[in-house]
């Protein structure tokens, strides 16, 4: 998916919206109980996104990763 970059920054400031809009495009929103479970999820990925950041500064790296890019590789299962 090729993200416009007129709004790629939105994506960083809205998190929820990258995780979520993925979650609509691979279809993994069609039911209530599935939107219930993405929440539990979303928690998961914010905790492995910051998790990497940290990784990053503690390696005295700067925390360049973004959370669209951290998405890519994420395991939405």
Known sequence: MAINPTFAGF???EPRAAFFGTLGEKGLLDSSSRR????????????GFY???GEQVLGGEAPTATFTDYLKDFPFT
Do not use: F, I, T
């Open 51 to 53: 998790g990497k950041l």
């Open 36 to 47: 219930k479970q993405a929440n539990d999820v979303y928690d998961q990925a914010m905790q």
């Open 11 to 13: 994506l960083e400031e």
